[in-house]
């Protein structure tokens, strides 16, 4: 039982660039998400599906794009890197919503655009 | 809307010394659930507790030490006898359970605790 991976661990851009980072989950959980973390601003949701097929923005959406075509898979991509996304990306499941259970993250991926 | 604030932005202490991390939240929903998480230099988070809005009740688990009070928004978290592996960020955060809402999580901006030996 893995829980939630990530790929890539760390990863560099150049401005402009675009690229998908991977989230997978072995649970079986329908609620998966994505957390940008910021210095001095906590985890900050970008974009969340409640179930395959299924996505909705969070708080800081904008120059990022989900699909969710599994129950496994949560990929997050970054349609044209800018230095502002230079940031550590956490991708999340949990069996039910609303905090009725724990959140998992995943051990997280360093992104820096240049 | 929700928020939290965790208004300690770093504390240092010495091994042993005990140890409270504040936080204060903000919620309109009646039901709700907190959580503290825990992220170590190798950057994980790391799930501590979670706690719904009907649950005053304090927690302890080993040295750690939960204290929740509805009537001031607050959700503090003691370290008993810190020892240097506690060195961490540690994050509050608020899940809203009502209405429309996914329920996402809301972090405070984290409090730097550094043990020293």
């Known amino acids: 039982n893995a829980g939630v991976t990530q790929t890539p661990k760390f990863q560099v851009l150049k401005t402009g660039q675009s690229m998908t980072l991977q989230c997978a989950q072995d649970m079986n959980h329908e609620y998966m998400s994505w957390y940008r973390q910021d210095p001095g601003m906590g985890l900050r949701l970008i974009h969340y599906s409640v179930g395959a097929g299924i996505t909705d923005q969070g708080e800081v959406p904008n120059g990022y794009n989900v699909s969710r075509s599994t129950t496994e898979d949560f990929p997050l991509r970054l349609l044209s890197a800018a230095p502002s996304q230079t940031s550590v990306y956490f991708c999340?499941?949990?069996?039910?919503?609303?905090?009725?259970?724990?959140?998992?993250f995943g051990p997280g991926t360093r992104l820096t655009v240049t | 809307a929700q928020k939290v604030t965790q208004a300690q932005t770093e504390i240092s202490v010495v091994e042993k010394e005990d140890v409270t991390l504040d936080c204060v939240y903000e919620?309109?929903?009646?039901?709700?659930?907190l959580f503290w998480y825990k992220q170590p230099p190798s950057g994980e988070l790391v799930f501590l507790i979670r706690r719904n809005s009907f649950d005053e009740q304090n927690e302890i688990s080993g040295r750690y030490s939960w204290n929740f009070q509805k009537s001031t928004s607050s959700f503090n978290f003691t370290i008993t006898a810190s020892q240097v592996v506690d060195s961490a960020v540690y994050f509050c955060?608020?899940?809203?359970?009502?209405?429309?809402?996914?329920?996402?999580?809301?972090f405070g901006q984290g409090t730097i605790l550094t043990v020293h030996p």
């Open positions: 955060a608020l899940s809203e359970a009502g209405g429309t809402s996914y329920g996402k999580l809301t």
């Open positions: 919620t309109r929903d009646t039901t709700y659930y």
């Open positions: 999340a499941s949990s069996a039910y919503p609303g905090g009725r259970s724990e959140q998992y």
